[in-house]
């Protein structure tokens, strides 16, 4: 079976512990969701599976090749990040005609032609590009690459709606046409829930959860109603988060759903956005 493999990868920046004791996979032609709060670790586990920074300890295969300074396993992937690892003063068109010497698989008819959906002036060079129009550049090198493993850091830094949405589109059309690994690092939730297949929560360093969305949101479900109701229902049960507003409370659960609950309380199912916000704030 082809996939990434994470075993047992502990990063340390002088005092602070970004990853501890990691062991994850991912495996082939599924859209993963790497979801974790800010300085979870979640770019640190990126670069490393990418070759970008070494692990202190434990290690990274892809298709069982070792990750680590491996030419052989780094041409499996490829990973779009916040980092630019072309001249600034380099015009967008000769990082195209650049990138297919560096990338045999680059497909550079199709970057200029993505970079005409996206309405990207090919003739300018990256360091006059807007924080937008940078991310669009990179989005187009990463989706004009033929690799079975796609690794998008925060994909859509500066982007309005409508390129978002664009992004979005064209990402499930390259899977369709064909299937791949990608794994998605973002903050969005709300903008991706409809586009992951599996997600792999990060905790402070830790894997908090790893299955597949569906699995995730079937066991998710909130209880509303007045707030006295909601805490005698409560009794001799674990929410993983309450919130309350007036006299109205919500509690928010993971596990098999009660077949009755007292009159005055609604059960509903509990979305990807709050269902994160509530297993990260625990």
Known sequence: MQAIEVKSVTKAYGEVTALRDVTVSFGENRIY?????????????????????????????????????????????YLMSEENLYPETMRVRDAFRWSKALYPSFQEEKALALAQQFGLDTRKKAVTLST??????????????????????EPVLGLDANHRELFYKLLLESYGEKPKT????????EEIAHVIEHIVIIKRGEILRDEPVE??????????????VVDQFLQGRHPIGCDTLGGLKTA??????PDQLPHGLEITRLDLQKLFIQLTNA
């Open 252 to 257: 928010y659960f993971l596990g098999v759903r």
């Open 215 to 228: 699995t995730l949101l079937e066991s998710g479900y909130t209880v509303t109603g007045a707030a006295a």
């Open 132 to 153: 937008g129009y940078k991310s669009i550049f990179k989005i187009i090198l990463a989706l004009s690459l033929d690799v079975p493993y796609l690794l998008f850091d």
């Open 182 to 189: 990608i794994l998605i690092a973002t903050h969005l939730i």
């Open 33 to 77: 969701g790497l979801l974790g709060r800010n300085g979870a670790g979640k770019s640190t586990l990126l670069k490393i599976i990418a070759n970008r920074i070494f692990s202190d300890q434990g290690e990274v295969t892809v298709d069982g090749l070792p990750a680590r300074e491996n030419d052989g396993a780094q041409a499996k992937l």
